[in-house]
């Protein structure tokens, strides 16, 4: 069943037209990841389709009910971005749309909340479609992706992993497309190079054919008829030229050579060293006593529950409190998403350039890479949307002086392209990064060690996001099989008893038993 049908839909922002599309439909049981820049008018499509926007070209037509789960929230009182986050999550699912739209759903959920919305998302039957730039969520949920990008909506089956492969896919098409391209025109450049040169040679006199002769009526005629037969070949050739589909050059984005300050001296060395150094907030207990170390080069993600105290963590190491100690070679960059450090009335790459020593070519291929492409690096940051001034804060940190970035949720606010560009730079980058991110995919992409905060504990893991999260689940996992074997014994044993001597207490027994071994199975399935 159809529940929602798009036609011919257009969305304008003054003169620009910001996306169309001919024939999209939403059937019952979709679950569709709506991705794009920021900008490209994902949250508009959304509101088209509860109402709130009219199209000023197309017809939508509704045939469920309908309910948006907003990006922005409202403020509850005390309750935490996190908390108010879940209550609104709730209430809209307790009203039981048959369509639920998600804007952003995960924004401000701790890694355990966005698993918990994944459950519930997944046990629901009613139509999906969500924005979202955390990848693992939406190859949870998607089972279809709509791409907004160049004012077109493209559809893709499967989800964001599937989607990716498909613009791999389309990427190598293109590439190998373009060679093709660039080959066909250098080889009719070449066939009407030779054609000219040739018609060049046939107004001279051959080399054995005398002055007299070269005057003999009939010469001539020969030669410009053989010259006028060789010119109509360079322009037929020309007009082959002219005539072939051009394909474009995609973009290479050039690698990142930068010189870290102090980096051959910090390279694998401890730089930071903390000895029994536990956190509160008032009187409230954040984590016991912690030992820890940081080499140089380290790319360390914080990771924990809201509340739990990341972000005090990260101030307790630059304000070196307590036990911990840093290297007199260490300098500090902070990535605050405040913005505060950015000159509104200034350009993007004369803020970026501000605090740097790097030359302008660095300045500019690292703005490239985020986005700010020849000219763009010329506006004002005051005509920037939200998500790039976000890309120009962590642009002036990146080519900074500093050699030990801090950076707290950095990516918030960003989108796919950005996230993914963030990635490459931090992972290509040389001195230390110490991050907060609930985003699991850039988690596992850039960290190479994780600390960990739980139930008032921090603990320290070697490897990457994904071993991590193995060894996890293998240490929950453990006990929980030697319960099932226990029960299964204990199961064995009731049943050997009952079928000599059944009784009324051996039943209810083995009842129990058995509730007991389906519940530690869902345990272990969960």
């Known amino acids: 069943m159809v529940f929602i049908q798009l036609q011919n839909i257009r969305f304008d922002v003054k003169d ?33 389709m509860t109402g709130d926007i009219i199209p000023p070209a197309g017809t939508i037509t509704k045939n469920a009910s ?78 279809k992706i709509w791409e907004i990008e160049d004012g077109q909506i493209h559809a ?17 098409h293109h590439e190998k497309e373009y060679e093709k391209y ?22 001279k006199k051959p080399k054995n054919v005398s002055n007299s ?27 082959r030229i002219d005539q072939l589909d051009e394909v474009e050059k995609i973009k290479e984005l050039p690698p ?27 009187k409230r207990l954040l ?65 970026v350039g501000y605090t740097s020593s790097q030359d302008e070519t660095l300045i500019r291929t690292v703005l490239a890479r985020l986005g700010f492409f020849q000219e763009d690096v010329f506006k004002p940051v005051h005509v920037l949307s939200g998500g790039e001034r976000v890309k120009v804060a962590f642009a002036k940190l990146f080519v900074s002086n500093a050699n030990t970035l801090i950076l707290d949720e950095p990516t918030n606010y960003l989108d796919i392209d950005a996230l993914e560009a963030l990635e490459s730079l931090l992972t290509e980058y040389s001195g230390t990064v110490i991050f907060v991110s609930h985003d699991r995919r850039f988690l596992q992409k850039v960290a190479t060690k994780i600390f960990a905060i739980r139930d008032k504990n921090i603990d320290s893991f070697d490897g990457s996001y994904e071993a991590y999260m193995r060894s996890t689940l293998q240490k929950k996992y453990e006990p929980l099989q030697d319960e099932l074997l226990k029960v ?15 009784s009324e207490d051996l039943e209810q027994e083995f009842q129990r038993l058995l509730r007991q071994k389906e519940d530690i199975k869902q345990q272990l399935n969960d």
């Open 287 to 351: 984590w016991e006593g912690f030992d820890f170390t940081i080499n140089g080069g380290d790319h360390i993600a914080l990771i924990g529950p809201n509340g739990s105290g990341k972000t005090t963590f990260l101030r307790m190491i630059m304000d070196e409190q307590q036990a911990i100690q840093v290297s007199p070679a260490v300098s500090f960059g902070y990535f605050s998403q405040m913005m505060d450090v950015l000159v509104t009335e200034d350009s993007i790459i004369a803020n």
């Open 182 to 203: 660039v080959q066909k025109k250098k080889q009719l450049e070449e066939a009407m190079q030779q054609k000219e040169q040739k018609a060049q040679r046939a107004t």
């Open 256 to 282: 990142i050579k930068m010189q870290v300050t102090n980096e051959e001296s910090l390279r694998n060395r401890i730089i930071i060293r903390g000895e029994q150094v536990s956190g509160t907030v008032g």
């Open 488 to 502: 299964d014994t204990k199961i064995t044993d009731v049943l050997s008893r009952l079928s000599i001597t059944p």
């Open 156 to 172: 893709f089956t499967g989800n964001y992993s599937d989607y990716e492969q498909q613009k791999a896919e389309a990427r190598q």
């Open 213 to 239: 002769e070269a005057k003999i009526t009939g010469a001539k005629p020969h030669f410009a008829k053989k010259q006028k037969k060789l010119n109509q070949g360079v322009k037929s050739i020309q007009t």
């Open 16 to 48: 620009r037209t910001l996306f169309q599309a001919n024939d999209l439909k939403i059937h019952q049981g979709d679950r569709i990841g709506l991705v794009g820049r920021n900008g490209s008018g994902k949250t508009s499509l959304l509101q088209m």
């Open 66 to 143: 309908v309910e948006l789960l907003p990006q922005i929230k409202p403020h509850m009182g005390e309750k935490s971005g996190g908390e108010v986050s879940q209550a609104v999550i709730n209430q809209t699912l307790a009203r039981a749309p048959e369509v639920l739209l998600a804007d952003e759903p995960t924004t401000h959920l701790d890694t355990e909340h966005m698993k918990k919305l994944e459950q519930q998302l997944q046990r629901r039957r009613e139509a999906l479609i969500v924005v979202s730039h955390d990848r693992a969520f939406l190859d949870t949920l998607c089972t």
